[in-house]
């Protein structure tokens, strides 16, 4: 009934293993979505700053939620070593500890999430973190609503 918010941290993904690069961008996407799909986990919002992604889902059972992490982070670690070439040699692992989850109880809590994922996505797209709290507050007062997914849709009104 409820759903998790959940973050993944990486702190050796940069440069070549940054999350925001086109190549991981979109193979990260498509790993959520092929494991979310196999599991039966909806996926409501994700957020990708780079270093870190933030993730609000919402899972059938405890088994589907393990199914899912086990698999997403495995799999995100190997792809971006691989895409990589696998310059550098690790001598820990690709992330830096467990996934953080916390489940969205209240609805405080999941606008904060929202308004967060989406200053992730604004940060994870190029934009300071400043222009995207400022972007993301006039989106929620309603005079700012081209936003959609982290893409800012400019109109040119005059």
């Keep these: 009934r409820y759903s998790m918010h959940i973050v993944m941290r990486s702190s ?20 959520l979505a092929k494991h979310a799909s196999t599991t039966g986990v909806e996926i409501i919002a994700t957020g990708n700053a780079g270093n870190h992604l933030h993730l609000r889902v919402r899972f059938p059972s405890l088994n589907a939620y393990k199914h899912f992490i086990r698999a997403v982070t495995g799999e995100v670690a190997l792809k971006i070593k691989k895409i990589a070439n696998s310059a550098v040699i690790l ?3 690709f992330w830096d500890s467990r996934p953080f989850s916390c489940i969205v109880s209240t609805l405080g809590y999941a606008t904060r ?17 400043a222009f ?19 893409v800012l ?5 005059s």
């Design 113 to 129: 999430l929202t308004d967060y994922i989406k200053i992730n996505q604004l940060e994870g797209r190029g934009f300071n973190r």
């Design 91 to 93: 001598n820990r692992g």
């Design 132 to 150: 995207a709290c400022l972007v993301v507050k006039r989106w929620r007062d309603g005079t700012f609503p081209e936003f959609d997914g982290g």
């Design 153 to 157: 849709i400019v109109s040119s009104q």
């Design 12 to 31: 050796v993904a940069r440069g070549v293993w940054s999350f925001v690069r086109p190549n991981n961008r979109n193979m990260i996407a498509h790993v």
